[in-house]
Structure formats: structure tokens, C-alpha cells
């Protein structure tokens, strides 16, 4: 009994990542129009990857976004993709953010009007455009041990939650 139930529950867990959608942006948009997800409508869910590129630029104008990460620059242009947060936005990630791309294919996070990025992941910064801090926040809320990164220059708003312990690395 234990063997067909415990295949079943590993059958089901496989299924559920299988389905984790890739979600390309290219042009400018809101959260609230995006498709192709797992969630609501085709909005992403909590397994869905987000990837910004192609100097688009992405703007949190929900309080309820969810993924598992997003990657801010590169693309098939020099230009810069930007995560931009409206007041009272929030996205929570429950995997990492990867700001990258290649010479002038850079990504910027822009906090400028407020919003909050709940973050249980890392933050890999490669190609670091600009952050514009404003009066967001950023929250570090990993129940593991969590590194909070000084690669973006200084945070207007930090918190840090969960029960990990929280180091800091550039």
C-alpha cells in the first residue's frame, strides 16, 4: 500500500513542476496582462519563471503577483529591461531574481513610486544597469539561511523575516 501511494505522491509532484511556464517578456506591459501562466487567466503562479529582456519593462501594478524567479536583462538588443514597481504593488518570489545579460543588454529595478519584493531566493546581480530604490521595499524572507546582496547600492526600505539567518555579500 505504502509503495503505490508514495509513487502516486512523486507522480504528482513531477507533474506540478512540469508545468512551471516560461513567461518571455519583450514589450512593455503590466503584470496584470500577462499570459501563458499557471495561474488565473494565464497570470503566472508560484512555479512560473518570468524573463524581462529586449529593453522591456515590466511594471507590478497588482498586490498579489507570484512566481518562482525573474531574470531583468538580455535579449536580442543593447538595451536595458526594467522591473518597475507602482505604489502599493507586491510580487512575491519564491525563488531567486537574476539581473544579467551581456555588455549594454542590462536589467534595472526600479522602486522609485513604492511597491514591496518578497524575496525567498538570491539575488544574482551580473549586469546591474541601475536601482533606483525610491520607497520600495525589499524583504529577504527565507526560512533558510539567506544572503542579502550590497550589490545594489544602498536599499531605502529592508526587511528582513523568516527564521534563516541573514548575511550580506557583494
Known sequence: FLVPVLSMFFSLTLLNQSNAATITVSTNTNWSALTGGGGPGGLPNSTDIIQIQSGATLTVNVSNAVCASITIGGGTNNT??????????????????????????????????????KLTGAFTINNLNTFTAGTGTIEYNAAGVQTVTTALGAYNNLTLSGSGAKTTTG
Not at 504593488?89 to 551581456?102: E, F, K, P, R, Y
Open 80 to 117: 536595458t529591461s526594467v522591473l518597475l514597481f507602482n505604489n502599493g504593488s507586491v510580487v512575491t518570489i519564491s525563488g531567486g531574481v537574476n539581473i544579467n545579460g551581456s555588455g549594454n543588454r542590462r536589467g534595472s529595478l526600479n522602486m522609485s513610486s513604492g511597491g514591496l519584493l
